[in-house]
Structures are given as C-alpha cells and as structure tokens.
C-alpha cells in the first residue's frame, strides 16, 4: 500500500462525534500501536467553525466571531475520508508533534523509556486542544477573503463547514 497519509492532509471524519468535519493529520500510524492493533491517525480538527464576519462588526465583535473550537482524536483509517487538500505549508504542525512525541514517551528512574497515550492524560489533552486552537485562530484571522489564490482557497476550505 502506498503511503500518502502524510501530516498536513485534510480529512473529513465520516462517524463518531465529529461526523461531517474537517480535521487535519497530525501523526500517521500505518502499523498501529499498542492500544490500537490497527492503522490510524491523531488528527486535529474544528468541531465549531468560526462564523461570517462583516465589515460593519467593531473589533471586538470580530474578535468573538471568529473563535474556533478544536478536536483532538484518534481516528481509523476506515472513519475518514482523505481530501486532496494538503495543509502542511499553510500550517505549522511540527510543534503540536514534537509535544506529542515528548509525551508519548516517559522514563522514570532505573527504568527502560515506556510508551504511552497521550491523550489519555486529561491535562496533556487540554494543552494541545489550546495549541491547536491558537494554531488555527492565528492561520484564520490572516485569510485574505478576496484572494483567489490557489492557497488562500485550502486555507478557506478548511475553515468552512461541509454543506450537505
């Protein structure tokens, strides 16, 4: 099997809580792991897009508006959808990795280092949702909504929930 699952992809989930969203790959595990004997991904998406903005809104206002609330999941090869959007140049996601990869991995003293799930420390959790959430929030407010340039429009279709 070929492997084009890289970080950067877009994704759109197909079941679970955040059915119908848009995530992006964040770590790729095509051999599984411990917990989970099958190939699958973290991945970083918005469970609440930011909404229209206008140009008679106060800063302020603007501000509220475009506040976005992330995700951060596991999700199965079988349970997403990939898109051919690749967000990797538009997105800096080498530090929500190296935070990951410094978690997944402990060493306590006279041990050998264990491996373990990240996610599974709710503090650990909480962090990296605030990383994603400024990530996203600081990669929103620089769209310029008149560019039809062609990276402008990923951007932009990240950012707008799927209609159907």
């Not at 959007?85 to 996601?93: H, K, M, V």
């Amino acid at each position: 099997m070929k492997k084009f699952l890289k970080p950067g992809r877009v994704v759109i989930l197909l079941s679970g809580k955040h059915a119908g969203k848009k995530a992006l790959i964040v770590k790729v595990f095509y051999e599984g792991s411990k917990e989970r004997k099958f190939g699958h991904c973290l991945v970083a998406g918005i469970s609440r897009y930011p909404r229209k903005v206008t140009r008679a809104m106060g800063e302020a206002k603007i501000a509220r508006r475009i506040r976005v609330k992330p995700f951060v999941q596991y999700a199965n090869f079988n349970h997403f959808i990939p898109t051919r959007y690749l967000l990797n140049a538009e997105l800096d996601t080498k530090n929500l990795i190296k935070s990951f990869d410094a978690q997944s991995s402990v060493k306590r003293e006279g041990e050998d280092a264990k491996a373990k799930d990240p996610l599974a420390n709710a503090d650990f959790k909480g962090e990296l949702k605030r990383e994603v959430k400024k990530l996203f929030e600081e990669r929103y407010a620089r769209i310029n909504l008149n560019d039809a340039s062609s990276e402008n429009l990923l951007v932009k279709f990240f950012f707008k929930p799927l209609r159907f």
